[in-house]
């Protein structure tokens, strides 16, 4: 266990992150939501180097250190993550963490710390083969799995970002032991912005899971424009090619947040989504939601958004249409979705992860430690 105290009653906290996805987001409002209850986060980064607005983002927060090391769905085999466990115990040791909080399971993989260790799994090629293939992943990535496994079973604490999530991890992986859910959050303030007619959607376009096609197929038959936001070009060389839909590319976040507030309609058409960022910013911008009929959107968006097939351009295409054509449903969906989105707050997050945090050490800490 660590020493108490020795930080002046503040918890320094080493948290993995990367600059490609939406652990990034997570990571910064979390962090900032955790700053009111005495913990200070030190980011340890790894993949593709950030750009410079999202490096100084990190540095008003906390403290950002890039480690010259991949991730682990960019890498062919083991032998090329197989160090990360031992820089990331390095980097606790050197910043005197009290603890870790790694949000990519294979992180924790036989890690040589006695810190306590959560672990976050907000997606993983293990589940994201069984949602959007249905199958096993490859032979050739069975390590994927087995690294995986090793990172929850070594976790003092394991966190899905939805029920879902954790239901899908478990039928992957088997009984994963300390396993709770924490849902995400959104720091995006509430909006009564006056709405475009347009149709909006986020998302890493190159990956299979976000269901491009899908969605560039309902452009071609929607009334309204529809806009995809986000990189069509991925890390390793994957793409997609809109037709239909104008893509706008990656939007930097106060850029995207200022589309989110002005679309009246927010789309998502994922196979594979966790917990699903763009559609809760959307419910916080009080958009009408259109979403893949997935369990993990039923789960969070039931009574508040129309649900679509996702292996059907048609069925998303008639759900624009039908918005489109009924501004009262499209308001009446839309404040839904916003009375919603307040169960997904930063500060509700901060505590659960609080008391996730505090069943760690002998004595919680929050705001008013001395």
Same mark, same amino acid.
């Given at each position: /266990?660590?020493? $108490? ?12 992150? !990367? ?7 997570? =990571?910064? !409002?979390?962090? #900032? ?34 480690? !010259? ?5 960019? +890498? @062919? ?26 949000? *990519? ?13 959560? +672990?976050?799994?907000? &997606? ?11 199958? $096993? ?15 929850? =079973? ?7 970002? &939805? ?15 300390? *396993? ?17 007619? +347009? ?40 793409? /997609? ?26 789309? &998502? ?21 259109? *979403?893949? %009929? ?9 009574? =508040?958004?129309?649900? #679509? ?8 295409? !008639? ?20 009375? $919603? ?5 930063? %500060?509700?997050?901060? @505590? =659960? /992860? ?7 050490? %002998? ?8």
């Amino acid at each position: /266990m660590i020493r $108490q105290g020795r930080h002046k009653g503040r918890c320094r906290v080493v948290m993995t992150l !990367d600059a490609v996805g939406g652990v990034w987001r997570y =990571a910064m !409002d979390l962090a #900032a939501a955790l700053k009111p209850h005495n913990v200070d986060m030190i980011f340890a980064g790894l993949g593709p180097a950030p750009s410079a607005e999202k490096a100084a983002e990190a540095e008003r927060i906390g403290k950002l250190v890039w480690l !010259d090391a991949p991730l682990d769905w960019m +890498v @062919e085999d083991e032998t090329a993550i197989a160090g990360v466990p031992r820089r990331i115990a390095d980097l606790a040791r050197s910043e005197e963490a009290d603890l870790l909080h790694l949000n *990519l399971p294979s992180q924790a993989a036989n890690i040589e710390t006695d810190l306590p260790l959560v +672990v976050a799994c907000h &997606s993983c090629v293990v589940t994201w083969f069984a949602a959007v293939r249905g199958s $096993q992943v490859p032979r050739d990535w069975q390590w994927q799995y087995r690294l995986n496994r090793a990172g929850f =079973a070594r976790a003092d604490a394991v966190i899905a970002p &939805s029920r879902s999530h954790a239901e899908a991890m478990q039928a992957a992986y088997g009984r994963i032991a300390n *396993l709770q859910v924490v849902l995400n959050a959104s720091a995006l303030e509430t909006s009564d912005e006056p709405k475009r007619n +347009v149709v909006l959607a986020a998302g890493r376009w190159w990956d299979e899971g976000k269901n491009a096609a899908v969605l560039d197929g309902a452009a071609r038959m929607a009334r309204w424009p529809v806009v995809a936001a986000g990189a069509s070009n991925g890390p390793n060389g994957q793409s /997609m090619q809109f037709r239909h839909a104008t893509h706008r590319g990656e939007l930097a976040h106060p850029q995207m947040a200022a589309a989110i507030r002005k679309a009246a309609i927010v789309a &998502s058409p994922s196979i594979y989504e966790p917990f699903g960022l763009a559609a809760l910013e959307g419910a916080r911008a009080g958009a009408a939601l259109v *979403l893949a %009929d997935i369990p993990t959107y039923r789960e969070l968006w039931e009574g =508040a958004a129309l649900f #679509a097939d996702p292996h059907h351009p048609q069925a998303f295409a !008639d759900a624009f249409n039908t918005l489109a054509d009924d501004p009262q449903r499209r308001a009446a969906l839309g404040l839904k979705a916003r009375e $919603q989105s307040a169960r997904f707050s930063p %500060d509700a997050q901060a @505590e =659960a /992860m609080c008391r996730i945090y505090s069943d760690m050490f %002998d004595r919680p800490f929050s705001a008013a430690a001395e």
